[in-house]
Nanobody, 123 residues
Framework: QVQLVESGGGAVQAGGSLRLSCATS????????LGWFRQAPGKEREFLAAVKNGRLYYSDSVKDRFTISRDNAKNTAYLQMNSLKPEDTAVYYC??????????????????WGQGTQVTVSS
């Protein structure tokens, strides 16, 4: 079972940027999807972005501000977040699994999860 560890969260003012990292415990092939989700207090876990077989998938709510990338040589995926807003405040999770494309936005289909990293955006 692949282990995932997120890092890079923190506190930032509105309009600022953060880059989250997701390190995998072993080398993964491109067919292994890596995704980012977030969960704010009292809300359901929300899909943000995923990468699989070199293709990128985004939620409409963040596609103009967030960018997912993957460095297979470093066994790491990233989420670059720009123009952050207070409503982006949440715990951000990295997820991994051999998910099919039709399910790539569903958190239930991912088998591996990181511990989460807090992102707080102040106005």
């Amino acid at each position: 079972q692949v282990q995932l560890v997120e890092s890079g969260g923190g506190a930032v003012q509105a309009g600022g940027s953060l880059r989250l990292s997701c390190a995998t415990s072993e080398r993964t092939i491109s067919a292994y999807a890596l995704g980012w989700f977030r969960q704010a207090p009292g809300k359901e876990r929300e899909f943000l972005a995923a990468v699989k077989n070199g293709r990128l998938y985004y939620s409409d709510s963040v596609k103009d501000r967030f960018t997912i990338s993957r460095d297979n040589a470093k066994n790491t995926a990233y989420l670059q977040m720009n123009s952050l807003k207070p409503e982006d405040t949440a715990v951000y999770y990295c997820a991994g699994g051999y998910v099919i494309l039709s399910e790539i936005r569903r958190s239930e289909t991912y088998k591996a999860w990181g511990q989460g990293t807090q992102v707080t955006v102040s106005s």
